[in-house]
């Protein structure tokens, strides 16, 4: 007998308690991956990501937390995708992929035309996980532009095409 979860993805408030140990458990995944000085702070504040400027999601499983992922508008059509973690034990279930549907769908509702990204190089499982939803490797832009341990990414979800940010 299969059992299937459920799973829900709600926004959410960046600061709520279940955002706060979400994206806890997200940095300290990042610490075992990358020495300090390639890692970037903070660099998501809460009012990015409220209503008409992005949003934060959580997704949960039977009512537990155990992913998210922000979004935050950049300007000139593109959307950022930003903070995605899920709960090692739940990875490959589609906690990810379900995450990353809603964030496009909140990015076009906000006239993006683009999702870009950052991610790590060591980060390989969300690199496949971003080609398998239709992104492919961009330059760097930002404060990401030159950063050895940056892997950029971009994925046009509207008719317009835009110039990398």
Known sequence: MVLHM????????????DARALVAALD??????YLPAQRFGPNLRQEETESGRGVFLVARVEGRPVGC?????????????????VDPAVRGQGVAKAVLARLQDEALELGATRLVLETGIHQTEAI????????ERVECWGEYAGVPTSFCMAKSIGSASCPTP
């Open 69 to 85: 992922g922000a979004l935050r508008v950049l300007g000139g059509g593109d959307a950022e995708v930003k903070r995605m973690w």
């Open 28 to 33: 300290a995944h990042l610490s075992e991956r």
């Open 6 to 17: 459920t799973l829900a993805v709600s926004a959410e408030p960046y600061d709520s308690h």
């Open 128 to 135: 496949g996980l971003y080609r398998s939803s239709g992104f």
